[in-house]
T-cell receptor, first 111, second 114 residues
Framework: GQSLEQPSEVTAVEGAIVQINCTYQ??????LSWYQQHDGGAPTFLSY????GLEETGRFSSFLSRSDSYGYLLLQELQMKDSASYFC????????????FGAGTRLAVHP | GAVVSQHPSWVICKSGTSVKIECRSL??????MFWYRQFPKQSLMLMAT?????????EQGVEKDKFLINHASLTLSTLTVTSAHPEDSSFYIC??????????FGPGTRLTVT
């Protein structure tokens, strides 16, 4: 089978740093992606890790450890607009790059 | 670039009728399109994978006769919910990819079956 685990909710204040963890169990693992979704909106791509290590894109960074089946999304200098749901998703092999999503983490940023 | 549209954005239909949802990639050719279903405050559940000119591949537990998928061209895929019932009410989202790991999501279609 396959499963992804991430915290259901995280709360932080503006300007802070937040780390959202994701552990996964799956066969045919190609990589780990992170998507952001605001209420009522479409998911938008944030990052992708296929290899171990840290990927940095502006205020957001993502990390992957394939040996530990673990990754995280790091959000720095939090802003109110960062309040959203964040999903980790595993890209499975076997063609077509299918995504299997975790349950999502709702991030609430307060002043 | 990489814009995906969906139509309609919301639809209300009566139980027993069928509803068609369109997904279009506006500025790129999508080798593969995916259809997801999302209930409020829940995750995206992959329903099926669609490739142009071939039959869709459905995930386990998804009824292929109820959720008809047609991928007529490299820019258009449609999902038809046949004989809809209230339990089919949900947010349906499509995504498209040109073969890379990144998927581009449409804005979603909110279906309400009364």
């Amino acid at each position: 089978g396959q499963s992804l685990e991430q915290p259901s909710e995280v709360t932080a204040v503006e300007g802070a740093i937040v780390q959202i963890n994701c552990t996964y169990q799956t066969s045919g693992f190609y990589g780990l992606s992170w998507y952001q979704q605001h209420d009522g909106g479409a998911p938008t791509f944030l990052s992708y890790n296929a290899l171990d290590g840290l990927e940095e894109t502006g205020r957001f960074s993502s990390f992957l450890s394939r040996s530990d089946s673990y990754g995280y999304l790091l959000l720095q200098e939090l802003q109110m607009k960062d309040s959203a749901s964040y999903f980790c998703a595993v890209t499975r092999g076997g063609g077509y790059n299918k995504l299997i999503f975790g349950a999502g983490t709702r991030l609430a940023v307060h002043p | 670039g990489a814009v995906v549209s969906q139509h309609p954005s919301w639809v209300i239909c009566k139980s027993g009728t069928s509803v068609k949802i369109e997904c279009r990639s506006l500025d790129f050719q999508a080798t593969t399109m995916f259809w997801y279903r999302q209930f409020p405050k829940q995750s995206l559940m992959l329903m099926a994978t669609s490739n142009e000119g071939s039959k869709a591949t459905y995930e386990q537990g998804v009824e292929k006769d109820k959720f008809l998928i047609n991928h007529a061209s490299l820019t258009l895929s449609t999902l038809t919910v046949t004989s809809a019932h209230p339990e089919d009410s949900s947010f349906y989202i499509c995504s498209a990819t040109s073969g890379t790991y990144e998927q581009y999501f449409g804005p979603g279609t909110r279906l309400t079956v009364t």
